[in-house]
Structures are given as C-alpha cells and as structure tokens.
T-cell receptor, first 116, second 112 residues
Framework: GAVVSQHPSRVICKSGTSVKIECRSL??????MFWYRQFPKQSLMLMAT?????????EQGVEKDKFLINHASLTLSTLTVTSAHPEDSSFYIC????????????FGEGSRLTVL | SQQGEEDPQALSIQEGENATMNCSYK?????LQWYRQNSGRGLVHLIL?????REKHSGRLRVTLDTSKKSSSLLITASRAADTASYFC????????????FGGGTRLMVKP
C-alpha cells in the first residue's frame, strides 16, 4: 500500500514552545490530509481536515490558533502545536487520501508529543 | 460526537481461538471500515464493507454489516499472538468517504 511518513515519532518540549509535526505522502499525491489526536487507550478524534492549497477545516472544539495546519503541497502537511502546554501531550496521527480514493486511508506512524 | 461504539472494550483469548468484535453506529453510512493499530503505532486498513454488502472475507477476517441494526462485527479466526492489537471500526462522514469517525476500539490480546 501507499506510504505515509510522519516525523518526528517522538518529541519532548517545554511548556510555551511550539512543535511542528510533518506528514508526508511518499508515493502518491495527497489531496486531502487528516489530523487526529489520540489519548491513551482511547479512540482517534479528528482534529482537522486539510486540502492542498486551502485553509484547514477544524472540528468543533479544536482551536485553530493553537493547532496550525499547513498543506502547502500535495505531499506534505504540517501540524504546529503553538505555545504547548502539558495538556497538549498526546499521540497525533495523520492520514492521507489521494485523488482517487478507493476506500483505504493511509496513516502515518504517529507522533507522541510530551510537553513538560 | 463519536459515531461508533465497540464492544468489548478489551478481549483476551488463547492462540487458535476466534475473536469477535462488534461495532455500532448511529447515522446512515456509505461504507464501514475496520482498522488495526499496534501499540504506539499508526493504523493499518483491514477491510472495507459497503452499505449494500452484508458480509465480506479477507483471509482470516470476516466482517458482517447489518444496516438495519446499524452494527458490524469483525471476526478473526484461528487467532495468533501477532494479532494482538487494538481494532477500530470507522464510518464515513462525507460523500467522498474519506473523512472517518472511529469507534472506541477493542483491545485484543492473544496469548500464546
């Protein structure tokens, strides 16, 4: 299947700093990328949908100024957690969908963020 | 709001036994999918079943869908220790079918 690469896999940062997480589609053009957040032993919660070249669409309750999403190319989307706080600590996962969606989404390996 | 609910939340079985996980959802769907997640990793797509299908097989996996009851089940036959993972059902939220809402997941442990 197609490959989606997510980086970094783990990051630890201090409160108040910003952290950027990258999601790349390696072998297909991702017209749409999705960002999810997952707490321990819980399900994935959709945070936002990003379409290449457009502003991201955020789910209700997700602060767009807190979680900046950029999808500037067909192979790269970034999530920046700004002014991070300990409550932002979580597992963030991206998924990508190509032009011809066949029913299978491709997920990155996830990024575990720990804010001290 | 969470679309899918799964039960059981956790399941522990012996290698060789079958594992059945159930998923219920609330609104109409085009497709329902099942994904697997190893601990601390991303999700891997297992199988998609369309709303007009009732049953689908893929290797040791068997998925059923009952749209009248808004429920689906995933059966893993002859389980292996390597099947230990969390399993999530996901329903589509948009016409394109690529915006998914995930169920709470079932944590499966297969003991060797």
């Amino acid at each position: 299947g197609a490959v989606v690469s997510q980086h970094p896999s783990r990051v630890i940062c201090k409160s108040g700093t910003s952290v950027k997480i990258e999601c790349r589609s390696l072998d297909f053009q991702a017209t749409t990328m999705f960002w999810y957040r997952q707490f321990p032993k819980q399900s994935l919660m959709l945070m936002a949908t990003s379409n290449e070249g457009s502003k991201a669409t955020y789910e209700q309750g997700v602060e767009k100024d807190k979680f900046l999403i950029n999808h500037a190319s067909l192979t790269l989307s970034t999530l920046t957690v700004t002014s991070a706080h300990p409550e932002d600590s979580s597992f963030y996962i991206c998924s990508a969908s190509g032009v011809f969606y066949t029913g299978e989404l491709f997920f990155g390996e996830g990024s575990r963020l720990t804010v001290l | 709001s969470q679309q899918g609910e799964e039960d059981p939340q956790a399941l522990s079985i012996q290698e060789g036994e079958n594992a059945t996980m159930n998923c219920s959802y609330k609104t109409s769907i085009n497709n329902l999918q099942w994904y697997r997640q190893n601990s601390g990793r991303g999700l891997v797509h297992l199988i998609l079943i369309r709303s007009n299908e009732r049953e689908k097989h893929s290797g040791r996996l068997r998925v059923t869908l009952d749209t009248s009851k808004k429920s689906s089940s995933l059966l893993i036959t002859a389980s292996r220790a390597a099947d230990t993972a969390s399993y999530f059902c996901a329903t589509d939220r948009n016409n394109a079918g690529n915006m998914l809402t995930f169920g709470g997941g079932t944590r499966l442990m297969v003991k060797p």
